[in-house]
Structure formats: structure tokens, C-alpha cells
């Protein structure tokens, strides 16, 4: 898994594993990624409860016998979600069409990873500026993230490089649980 | 939507202790404004004496093992931890000059205050707790 920092809490008991990831998230970047290894079996129930009330993401679990691995990837807490991109679908009206469409992921690709679109290409927002040459002008593309908010600054980019038809996805990743392809 | 959590520590042994400071300490991690008002034999979790040697329980003596086997930090280690995050400690000054306990021999930095200055903070905490 490609993460931007690491943090072992194995062996660490309530609340350690909490207290050590504030201080590790509080330390990064908004958008980087935080791996937790913990020992702890609270820490499933508390660590995507801690995301829950502090406004970061729990991406995903993976489970190696006793030892978890947590993936946390760090907000801006303080952002109002206001998006400005004007030409959006819903989440339904996309898996809809047919034939299938051209869909760019822009998550962190440990977000792709713990699971994503059947099909969707994954281009994390971070790299999409260096890649645009590898999509086409002509062609129709919908970008979706996890809430909207990564996919309309992705969209604008796109539009304000000569791209016609960009469509931002609605409420995004956050709300499709079933279906999905997973890389772990 | 508050961002308080207010909790009342009127108990003074290791297990009490416990219940506190790994709440406060696990609510002030997740962002929360925490103050914890200290009264009767709760004033001894934040003595700098009593905190280093508080009662476990009669017929709790079996669990002292399990402490250190799960690795638990000491409660100097939490109330360490609690400053760092934030959390205020309100001594109760009537418990104070009832039980003969001046301000020095309670952990440096924190405040004296009254029934009022925890309710103060309480009045839109959720939740609040006491232990």
C-alpha cells in the first residue's frame, strides 16, 4: 500500500492508538495518507469512529491475523464543501449508461484500491495535471472522487485544458457501497 | 452541535483514575474541549503524591497483572498526556479547605474553582460525565 506516513501502535492499548493518530495526522498534509498498525482490537470500532467525529476519512482495514492495518487519509476539516462545477450527474443516472462510460477515479489510489468503479481509471487529483495527454479532448469523461469535492476542482482543470465534455459524479464514492472492484 | 465534554471525578482510587483519564484523554484526541471538575477523594487523582500511589479496589487486586500486560500507560503518564491535549482541571475549593488541601500539593497549572465554574462549562457539554 502506497501511504505518505506510518504509524505502529502494536501493543498499545486504548487510548494510545487514538492519541498517537491525532498527533501523527495533526503533523501531515491534507490529502496524505496515514498507515496505522495496531494490535488493538478496539481500534477497529475506534479509529473510523474517531474519523467519524473529526472530519478525516477511514479509507479501509486489512487484516493480518492479529495485527490490523488502518488506513487514514487526513481532510481540511474546516472545508465547506462548495462546489462550482456546473455540469453534474447523480450517482444512479452514471451507472446507468450504457455503453459503459469513461470514468477517471481521482481518489488517492489506496482509496481506488479498498474499492472502486468496475472500470474506472484511477488518476489521483495530485497527478492529473502531468497526465491530461493521455485522455482525449473529444470524448466524454465523469470524474468522481469520494464527496465531490476533489472531482470539481478535477473537472475545472480538464475544462481549462480544451476538454468538452467533463461531468462531475454526485454524491461520489461515499455513497456506493455494493459492486465495487477492489485491489486488496 | 457542542464540542464539550465535562466530566465530574469525585472518586480517588487506581480504577477511577482510569475511567477518567482515558476518557478525557480519548475525547480531547477526537478535537473535544474537555474539563474535568475534581472533588472529594477525586482531588486525589491530581495530588502530586496521591496520583502516584492510588488504591485498587478491594477484590480488585487480580487485574494489577493485567495492566501491564496490556500495556496500559500509568495514570502519570495519562494526566501528562491530558495537559498536552488541552484538558482543563478545575480543583473543587470547598473539597479543598474541607479535606486541608492547598494548591500546591495538587498538580501545578491548574485552576480552583467552584460548583459554578464547572457548570459554567458543563451547561452545553455533551456529554457529561461522572465517575
Known amino acids: ?184 | 452541535m457542542t464540542n464539550k465534554v465535562a466530566i465530574i471525578a469525585s472518586n480517588g482510587g487506581l480504577f477511577d483514575a482510569y475511567k477518567v483519564f482515558n476518557i478525557a484523554t480519548a475525547a480531547a484526541a477526537t478535537e473535544k474541549e474537555v474539563a474535568i471538575f475534581f472533588t472529594f477523594e477525586g482531588l486525589n487523582l491530581i495530588h502530586k503524591e496521591g496520583m502516584h500511589h492510588l488504591q485498587v479496589p478491594v477484590g480488585g487486586e487480580g487485574f494489577i497483572e493485567g495492566f501491564s500486560k496490556a500495556n496500559v500507560p500509568t495514570i502519570p503518564e495519562l494526566v501528562d498526556m491530558a495537559v498536552e491535549l488541552g484538558v482543563t482541571f478545575i480543583a473543587c475549593q470547598m473539597t479543598m479547605d474541607v479535606m486541608g488541601i492547598t494548591a500546591d500539593q495538587l498538580l501545578d497549572g491548574i485552576s480552583v474553582g467552584g460548583a459554578v465554574t464547572f457548570l459554567e462549562f458543563a451547561k452545553d457539554a455533551a456529554p457529561s460525565l461522572s465517575f
Not at chain 1, 478496539?42 to 479509529?47: E, F, Q, R, W
Not at chain 1, 451507472?95 to 459503459?100: D, E, G, N, Y
Not at chain 1, 495535471?129 to 470524448?139: I, R, T
Not at chain 1, 465531490?148 to 457501497?177: E, W, Y
Request: proline content about 4%.
Open chain 1, 1 to 184: 500500500m502506497a501511504v505518505d506516513e506510518k504509524l505502529d501502535v502494536s501493543g498499545l492499548a486504548c487510548p494510545m492508538p487514538i492519541i498517537k493518530t491525532k498527533k501523527a495526522i495533526a503533523a501531515m498534509k491534507i490529502g496524505e495518507t496515514l498507515e496505522i498498525i495496531a494490535t488493538d482490537a478496539g481500534s477497529k470500532a475506534d479509529l473510523p469512529a474517531w474519523a467519524q467525529s473529526t472530519g478525516h476519512h477511514y479509507v479501509g482495514l486489512i487484516e493480518e491475523g492479529a495485527v490490523l492495518k488502518h488506513y487514514m487519509r487526513k481532510c481540511d476539516v474546516t472545508m465547506t464543501n462548495e462546489m462550482h462545477f456546473k455540469s453534474t450527474i447523480t450517482n444512479e443516472e452514471l451507472l446507468k449508461i450504457s455503453p459503459k462510460p469513461n470514468i477517471i477515479d481521482v481518489r488517492e489510489s489506496i482509496e481506488y484500491d479498498f474499492g472502486h468503479i468496475k472500470g474506472a481509471v484511477s488518476m489521483p487529483l495530485g497527478e492529473l495535471a502531468l497526465k491530461l495527454a493521455s485522455f482525449d479532448q473529444e470524448q466524454t469523461y465523469y470524474l468522481i472522487c469520494r464527496s465531490g469535492t476533489r472531482s470539481d476542482l478535477a473537472c475545472k482543470l480538464m475544462v481549462d485544458h480544451g476538454f468538452k465534455h467533463i461531468v462531475n459524479v454526485l454524491p461520489g464514492m461515499q455513497s456506493i457501497t455494493t459492486d465495487l472492484e477492489k485491489n486488496i
